[in-house]
């Protein structure tokens, strides 16, 4: 490609909106442009990187035994009434629905669990007919409520989705493990380092779910890591053990005046007591109903985990006024005395004693407030968020954090959807049984970024050969001078026959546009035609990853070139 005829242009500037490393550098480097918030247009750099990504899914998950289909974006809300999470849509699942002339309700699919059960639904009957992997790379559509960092969250972008089947649970095992492996050749294959963790299943359901993540410092997530035992989770679903307090005798409750303190820290620091000998109160809206927590002072709230805990589908902060509604006072409250409320403590509040805790009136707290003695709960749960200097669940070592980007999520879905549309087999008694499923996602797009955040410097990117949008920069300078031009153009064509990927800068700038242009757009290989070096009848040669340039004679260089690209493509 001749970057004198492409299409899309570098830019200096950091666009405005841009905060991200990935974000900031396709828009310079002329790979993307947003249609609206969310919604991107590839130009022809970054979707060639695209197309290389893909074929590496493809190839990946061919070899794990999956089944390339394509089923349709639009689908009739009807499918999603089947399995009943239409009425996810809005809240845990963010679709677009639409209706076509005749007002029939249609969805713009956030995902295929549904459709591809359909599939199996009519054509597996028999145990024979089982394992199947069905995949596609297709478009998915999300309402994000807040898309953001370019690429890595968007409303519309391309999925791989595979869906596996199984006579039965170690089936689903088999079949899991082979995506797991599908999927660290991946990223590998892509250029990057992956972490598998421990995820939360979400929306999607089910029992096991695990998430790769790309530690990048802009990510999104939180990953808790064990240095000792290799424990990995998403900060979400990470457990740790709660530090232990020293056993004390239960000492009688006894109350103190607080003048004008309020929060765990100003109660703490008047008392002269450390957060964790404190009982912390907040206050949720489940569904529509009023929930009292309790946590040991120094531990945060876990949402997610109290969502799961209490199991549901809408949960927020009580506002102050829901508070005051229940006769509760904000500031000095606890469920010592407390009736008619629905009460969840954290794990961590039945080991401790000799808790500090609120009066239940203004300006006054409870000392010596101990779980069984002076309160119950209707649920005692680990609700409590995991975080760095915790320590690990399996080995008691002290947990680590990571910022990373989700490039990958697996579940184990078991028999959710398989009962709920129907999707039985006969076995080898002849008696109908029920199959098991399992869903595996790779947004590619995202993956692109994450490749990104990865690799780059303050100049631009710098592309693993094997997903580069070319492998080799072909920069031609003082394109006046006849010479340059004819040894150029014939290198630009050998290589092309000879199988390399040569995109060339045959404009008339200067070698400082030039250089910085490679730098920012980032294929692997440079080359150099200039004046200067074709009096030595060479050319220079320079890694994007290296600083310094090597002469290389003009000579035998297709087969060097070649050779240097193919080397690359083994890394
Ligand atoms: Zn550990």
Redesign the pocket.
């Known amino acids: 490609m001749r970057i004198s005829q492409l299409v899309s242009k570098t830019q200096r500037e950091i666009p405005a909106e841009a905060d991200t490393p990935s974000h900031q550098l396709l828009v310079r480097a002329g790979m993307i442009s947003q249609v609206a918030a969310g919604i991107y247009n590839y130009h022809p750099l970054a979707w060639r990187s695209l197309r290389k990504i893909e074929n590496i899914i493809r190839e990946e998950v061919d070899r794990a035994g999956g089944q390339e289909v394509y089923m349709p974006t639009l689908q009739p809300l009807e499918l999603w009434q089947k399995s009943g999470r239409d009425q996810a849509f809005g809240t845990t699942l963010p679709a677009f629905l639409t209706k076509d002339r005749r007002e029939h309700p249609l969805v713009l699919a956030p995902t295929h669990e549904e459709c591809v059960t359909e599939i199996v639904v009519r054509n597996v009957h028999s145990y024979r007919d089982l394992p199947v992997n069905l995949y596609q790379l297709q478009n998915k559509f999300r309402d994000e409520a807040r898309p953001r960092a370019g690429l890595i969250r968007v409303r519309e972008f391309i999925m791989l989705d595979a869906y596996s089947f199984d006579k039965d649970q170690a089936g689903q095992d088999i079949n899991y493990q082979l995506m797991v492996q599908a999927y660290k050749n991946i990223y590998a294959r892509c250029g990057l380092k992956s972490i598998m963790v421990e995820a939360d299943s979400g929306a999607i359901g089910g029992k096991d779910s695990h998430e790769f993540m790309a530690p990048a410092e802009t990510g999104e997530d939180t990953i808790l890591i064990?240095?000792?035992?290799?424990?990995a989770a998403n900060a979400e679903k990470a457990v740790f053990t709660r530090t232990k307090m020293a056993d004390q005798a239960l000492l009688p409750i006894e109350e103190v005046a607080t003048p004008g303190k309020k929060t765990i820290e100003e109660v703490a620091g008047f008392l002269g007591v450390p957060p964790e000998r404190t009982l912390k109160a907040v206050f949720y809206i489940a569904d529509g109903r009023f929930i009292f927590v309790v946590i040991r002072g120094d531990l945060p709230v876990n949402e997610i985990k109290l969502s799961h805990a209490l199991k549901a589908k809408e949960l927020r902060m009580a506002s102050e006024a829901e508070v005051v509604e229940q006769g509760i006072v904000p500031g000095a409250a606890s469920p010592v005395g407390i009736r008619g409320i629905r009460i969840i403590a954290d794990d961590s509040v039945e080991t401790a004693a000799n808790l500090v805790a609120g009066g239940n009136k203004p300006d006054t707290h409870l000392k010596n407030v101990n779980y069984r003695r002076d309160f119950q709960a209707d649920m005692v749960a680990d609700i409590a968020l995991a975080k760095v200097g915790d320590a690990?669940?399996?080995?008691?070592?002290v947990?680590e954090t990571v910022r990373g980007i989700e490039i990958g999520h697996i579940f184990k879905l078991g028999t959710l959807y398989s009962e709920k549309l129907g999707a039985y087999f006969t076995d080898e008694s002849g008696n109908p049984q029920i199959i098991t499923m399992g869903c595996y996602g790779i947004g590619v797009g995202r993956l692109l970024a994450a490749v990104i955040e990865q690799c780059h410097d303050d100049k631009g990117i710098i592309w693993p050969m094997t997903v580069a949008p070319y492998q080799v920069h072909l920069a031609a300078l003082f394109v006046d001078d006849p010479r340059v031009m004819e040894a150029a153009g014939k290198l630009y064509s050998e290589l092309q026959d000879a199988g390399v990927e040569v995109l060339f800068d045959d404009r008339a700038e200067s070698p400082g546009v030039k250089f910085n242009d490679a730098d920012l757009i980032g294929i692997p290989l440079r080359i150099t035609v200039s004046p200067r070096n074709l009096d030595n009848d060479s050319v220079e040669v320079k890694w994007r990853t290296e600083k310094k340039a090597q002469l290389l004679p003009l000579t035998g260089i297709v087969e060097s070139i070649k050779k240097m690209a193919a080397d690359g493509l083994k890394q």
């Open positions: 064990c240095p000792k035992c290799g424990y690990c669940a399996k080995c008691g070592a947990l």
